[in-house]
């Protein structure tokens, strides 16, 4: 990264600048501390497209706009010894997602599995960080989460299934764990924002208009995503040559177990406007599972063959030209490594909303390095 583009921020500085600003915009201490974990665990792994460059615009501009709550009321609609139903009323998608995990983890570990769904919340941050959750507990962990329409059903234009990752993690005897976290698309609306923010144009073949048109410009693909005037492709990429129904088929999974089961909103009504186009909140689902391995053949067990699994596919015979083979988590974890060290770091056009929450909040403790540049 250029240091003209970014400027290092230490990490208990950025902490802290979160959680305060999260508990300026209402958001109760204990549950700012939740978001702000979630948020900066983006830019440990070098996910950037779900870090602090999506605080204000995800998060705070849509609480001061009132289509999500500061305060998240959990409601238990049903509760079993291995799942439950949540209602997060619109509240932090990140402290349902939590608290949905935690449930999910408790009950595996008492019964071996526990699977929780919840209705009506919010953005919720990387999949990977519940995923996470449950490794961090000796747990397989799976999650997925449906989204605003962005992405096309194979043969078809029209944006209509989210982002929607399914995100599955498990510990492993390595100092990293396997921990795959992906959108069912090629790529996802974060990551556009993040390439828009830098001038930076998208992969042929990721988005396409209603005419069936590669688009590329970062900037006017969010437009027109907003509009319904271009959709994401899934993962393959256009049509079947290679495998795009593969994708839709995942995209269509997530859908289905993040709405279906706390009969929930889907597909084209998980927007943020009515039929008169007015703002409303956006009810996304979610799932979260845990399985605890002692339940099989022990936690050990499982992790010794899963770094096996690991490590026999990273000595394999790399392409002429390649220096090394990786497994899911393994760069994110190369990545905090590389910079933990460092600090955060916060790209110019980020730099701005960040001054700006700051100054409207009047939290003038906080002073950024990128500020004496």
């Known amino acids: 990264m250029g240091s003209a583009e970014y400027v ?16 300026g915009y209402g958001v109760p201490e204990k549950d700012a501390e939740i978001c702000t974990d ?20 995800i998060y705070i501009d849509r609480i001061k706009a009132g289509i999500q709550k500061p305060v998240t009321e959990l409601e238990v609609l049903k509760d079993t010894a291995t799942t439950a139903v949540l209602d997060a009323h619109d509240g932090m998608g990140q402290v349902a997602g939590y608290r949905a995990m935690e449930m999910a983890i408790n009950k595996a570990k008492k019964y071996g599995m526990g699977m929780v769904a919840v209705r009506n919340s919010t953005h919720y941050g990387i999949a990977g960080y519940y995923t996470s959750m449950a490794i961090n507990n000796g747990c397989i962990g799976i999650t997925g989460t449906n989204a605003r329409p962005s992405i096309a ?18 510990p492993t005897d390595e100092e990293f764990p396997f921990n795959l976290d992906c ?12 390439y828009a923010r830098i001038g930076k144009e998208c992969p042929k073949g990721t988005v396409i208009d209603r005419h069936g ?29 290679l495998a795009g129904y593969k994708g839709y088929g995942y995209a269509v999974v997530v859908e289905v177990l993040s709405a279906a089961l706390q009969a929930g909103s889907f597909l084209t009504d998980l927007t943020d406007k009515d039929k008169d186009g007015n703002k409303k909140p956006y009810h996304l689902g979610h799932f979260f599972i845990a399985i605890d391995p002692e339940f ?16 026999a596919l990273r000595n394999s015979q790399k392409a002429p030209g390649e220096e090394r083979i990786y497994t899911a988590g393994e760069k994110e974890y190369l990545t905090w490594l590389e910079r933990k ?16 929450v700051r100054d409207e909040l009047k939290l003038h403790q906080f002073v950024f390095p990128f500020e004496n540049k």
Not at 8 to 20: G, I, Q, R
Not at 39 to 48: V, Y
Not at 296 to 311: H, P, S, V
């Open 8 to 23: 290092n921020v230490p990490w208990d500085l950025m902490e802290s600048f979160v959680k305060h600003a999260f508990m």
């Open 213 to 241: 048109n590669a688009l590329t410009d970062s900037a006017s693909i969010l437009k027109a995503l907003t509009s319904g005037d271009a959709a994401l492709t899934p993962l393959g990429g256009i049509g079947e040559e």
């Open 296 to 311: 099989f053949l022990g936690l050990e067990t499982f992790k010794k063959t899963a770094g096996d699994i690991m490590r």
């Open 38 to 57: 979630v948020l900066i665990e983006s830019d440990r792994r070098g996910i950037e497209s779900h870090g602090v460059n999506r605080f204000k615009p």
């Open 341 to 356: 060290d460092k600090g955060l770091p916060v790209s110019k056009g980020v730099q701005p909303e960040l001054i700006a």
């Open 153 to 170: 059903p194979t043969f078809g234009v029209q944006n209509m299934l989210g982002t929607n990752p399914l995100t599955i993690g498990f």
């Open 183 to 194: 959108a069912t698309s090629i790529i996802q609306r974060g990551r556009i924002e993040y």
